[in-house]
């Protein structure tokens, strides 16, 4: 992996590490200001104001997939054989399995129940990001998908931020994946704005003076979960401020920590 030619500015870890989930963001629904909707929560939660150089705000996708309309009525969707007779054989809706594929960019695997795909974006994960939990009213009958773009999503709420209080605070959108030859999901980054979201520290020393030849930590992945811990998955809080994290400034992306099909020993 070449060097990254573009400006960068670490941030030291604090003595601490601190997760302040906002409070009261309403139901969100497409079309509305979500950036607004977060400035409001930032400035309502005590302890958040003022923003400081060490922050970090997490956003859960499915608040932004709301926001930017990215939402299927299934009561529209007519799927095709091969997801009614996986839907039957292991308890799945239909129309569910269906747009997966419709959005899936490659299947990687369909088996025992569990589908696998390989988003536009280039995410592996279940289902596609497409997820019928936590959408809001129209549970049973809406899913959500992941955002077109969501580094654009991420620099909107950057922008807004700075626009409103003065500081640069990186924005990072989560969402919740499974892991290979493991149980349990963990929040990972799927979209970033404002920091890196690896450091590779290959050729630097270790604290022993021995030089790592393999070691890239996955940031904004560890400050997904980091906010997931604080946020939960039916508290109603969609949005985190991380404060004392180490990370690196940065006009970074989330393809930089996406592998490339030629270093993917499982494909």
């Given at each position: ?103 899936a960019a490659r299947v990687v695997r369909m088996e025992h129940g569990v589908l696998i795909t390989e ?149």
């Amino acid at each position: 992996m070449p060097p990254d030619p573009r400006p960068v500015t670490p941030v030291d870890p604090g003595p601490s590490l601190t997760v302040i989930a906002l409070l009261g963001v309403p139901e969100v629904r497409p079309g509305d200001d979500l950036a607004t909707m977060i400035l409001d929560a930032i400035e309502a939660t005590p302890g958040v104001v003022p923003l400081r150089a060490d922050d970090v705000l997490v956003v859960t996708q499915k608040v932004v997939s709301k926001a930017e309309g990215a939402i299927v009525d299934l009561k529209a969707v007519e799927p095709r054989p091969e997801a009614v007779e996986f839907g039957k054989a292991w308890d799945r809706d239909p129309r569910q399995l269906e747009v997966v594929l419709r959005e899936a960019a490659r299947v990687v695997r369909m088996e025992h129940g569990v589908l696998i795909t390989e988003t536009p974006h280039g995410f592996i994960c279940a289902n596609g990001g497409v997820d019928a939990s936590n959408v809001g009213p129209a549970s049973g009958s809406v899913v959500t998908l992941l955002p077109k773009d969501p580094d654009a999503s991420a620099a909107r709420i950057r922008h807004a931020i700075r626009e409103r209080h003065g500081v640069d605070v990186p924005v990072v959108i989560s969402d919740s994946f499974g892991r290979p030859w493991r149980w349990g999901i963990v929040d990972v980054a799927i979209g970033v704005s404002g920091l890196l979201p690896i450091e590779d520290l290959r050729g630097s020393p270790d604290r022993d003076g021995r030089v790592m030849k393999s070691t890239i930590r996955a940031v904004a992945d560890e400050l997904a979960s980091a906010a997931e811990l604080a946020l939960g998955k039916v508290a109603g809080r969609p949005a985190a401020i991380v404060r004392g994290a180490a990370f690196t400034r940065g006009e970074g992306s989330i393809r930089d920590a996406l592998m490339p099909a030629s270093w993917d020993l499982f494909r």
